[in-house]
């Protein structure tokens, strides 16, 4: 099946979830440009709140306002529980629920081993939810266990991309086609892609659709601040390193403070750097693709230039 006739959109071009640089008004641009829009983590927010009830409350209104302002369709992303972050098993229940009661229709969910949230998945599926998988590292074999897990579909990283990597080293030239020989559900590339020639290479290599974060990033209507967008179009590429944190390795604009090595483990990193535009005490994490981004751009300009790869 194709992945526009499964997600009932135009375009198989899927905003990437992106924790604090989403928004109701994001994913909305996104779905009705003709793609699929995302909310993910602290979705539309602006302040850090630990509290379980005021984060779910949050995510619900921001469903309820994406539903506002577009008719079409969107996603959310649903963190599967992980071993050894406590946080993800607290707020695993208290988010499902949510996406049950609002009837949501389609769930990206994510995590690092699909085997500890396959229960999960399954009330999903009996709820009649269309199940989207994304490892954080994902490998040919764990893709074949999301398939047998059954899954409607997956999405297939490669090292390249932004936000947390994939703790193996393999591009998505080399992991996309290897995973596309094997699996018959539809897949989904992310991982540099952010230009017509990118996506037209990750449907030679059998993608069903693209997962798009960092270009989605330099786009108006993303939340993230305007030097933020800024920097990363001035960026090239060879200018961004990896750092380790609290929740694993990121990839970043070697800003001043990153190269005098500070800022690693703090809190809140992504947020004060990306969302507040504090680039001293934050970073700016992004895939490889920000060094070819060469101008803000709008939402329906860059579905656009996407949709020409699949037609």
Known sequence: MKLQSLLAIETPVIQASMVWLNSAELAAAVSNAGGLGVLGPNAGRQVANGGIVATVEAFRQEIRKTRSLTDKPFAVNYLLPIEGVDISFKYAEPLLEVILQEKINIVITSGKDITKGEAYIRRLKEAGVIVIHREISPTVENSIMAENIGVDAIIVTGHEAGGHLSEHRISTLVLLPQVTDVVKIPVIAAGGIYNLKTAKAAMAMGAAGIYVGTRFITTFESPASLNTKQAIVDVQ?????????????????????????????????????????????????????????????SVKEVVCEFSSAFH
């Open 237 to 297: 590429s060879e200018e961004l390193v990896e750092i380790n944190t609290p929740a694993g390795d990121i990839r970043v604009i070697a800003t001043e403070s990153i190269r005098a090595g500070r800022g690693e483990s703090e809190v809140g990193i992504i947020k004060t750097g990306m969302l507040d535009g504090d680039h001293h005490y934050g970073v700016i994490t992004v895939s490889g693709a920000a060094g070819g981004i060469g101008k803000i751009s």
